[in-house]
């Protein structure tokens, strides 16, 4: 098989691989706009006859979604504003800083990683109740989402760290910056992309958490949109085209986002951020 048989082969594969990939989407955009007995026609149809664009709106009404977008802003946010304010400095010192001792650790920890949310909520919420943390529930979101993830925000700006030369920051230090002078003048700037990407990533898994706000967060005024979106189930659920279409108003911003930066997401993955 020659070169361009073997690419045509290839994208081919490629091509039918991300058709399968996305078909549940486009089933999601497309059953929001279905009518209630195309939703259980046989043989299901690829595109509704009569698109009914008007249950955006409805749902977008009745179950108050500016509210709930505007939660799982917040717990997304502050998680990522809080895990960049304390894994930044954490990842540069054990960049600088290594040794056997500091990657066997950071694999252990990472590790902690294959817990489920779902196992680690019962200690959460007795110990965030014993200290009064529940009074506050978003608080205490963003503080679990935040231990969580840490980890992982950590390994990937510690990789950035790393592949900024060091030559550098002693060139900074025998021109007379200070440490702490060279790490914001020279390394942070090189850096930023990395910690983009990681905060990026750290967002998206943020936006969508669930376990620990439904089980910290009893008041539905300060529940994210991840809760709402549970709200729907029951054991007679049947109005398929509301979910989907609330779905579909949860998840489009993050893939919108997910595209405009995919290059950079992948740049800084595979090359430290460098230039």
């Known amino acids: ?157 510690r990789a950035t760290f790393m592949s900024v030369p060091q030559e550098l920051e002693e060139a900074a230090l025998v021109d007379g910056n200070s440490r702490v002078g060279a790490f914001f003048n020279i390394v942070l700037p090189l850096a930023r992309n990395g910690i983009l990407v990681s905060a990026i990533l750290i967002f998206m898994q943020a936006f969508g958490e669930f376990v620990y706000s439904k089980s910290m967060i009893q008041a539905a005024e300060l529940q994210p949109a991840s809760v709402g979106l549970n709200s729907f189930m029951g054991p007679n659920t049947n109005e398929w085209n509301n979910i989907m279409a609330y779905a579909t108003m949860y998840v489009t911003p993050i893939l919108a986002i997910f595209v405009l930066l995919q290059r950079r997401i992948v740049s800084g993955l595979t090359s430290g951020a460098l230039k």
Not at 20 to 43: D, H, N, Q, V
Not at 127 to 154: C, D, H, Y
């Open 1 to 157: 098989m020659n070169t361009t048989n073997r690419d045509r082969l290839m994208l081919a594969i490629s091509i039918v691989m991300a058709a399968i990939y996305l078909f549940p989407l486009y089933w999601m955009y497309i059953t929001a706009l279905k009518s209630g007995s195309e939703m259980f026609a046989t043989p299901p149809s690829f595109w509704p006859t009569s698109p009914q664009w008007g249950t955006y709106a409805a749902v977008w009404e009745s179950r108050d979604m500016g509210r709930y977008l505007w939660n799982s802003l917040v717990i997304a946010l502050g998680s990522v504003a809080l895990i960049t304010l304390l894994g930044v400095g954490c990842a540069y010192v054990l960049a600088r800083y290594r040794n056997v001792w500091v990657d066997i650790g950071l694999f252990l920890i990472l590790m902690l990683q294959v817990l489920p949310a779902s196992l680690m909520i019962t200690p959460i919420f007795v110990g965030f109740s014993q200290i009064g943390l529940l009074s506050t529930p978003r608080l205490a979101v963003i503080i679990a989402v935040a231990a969580k993830s840490m980890p992982f925000f950590v390994i990937l700006v």
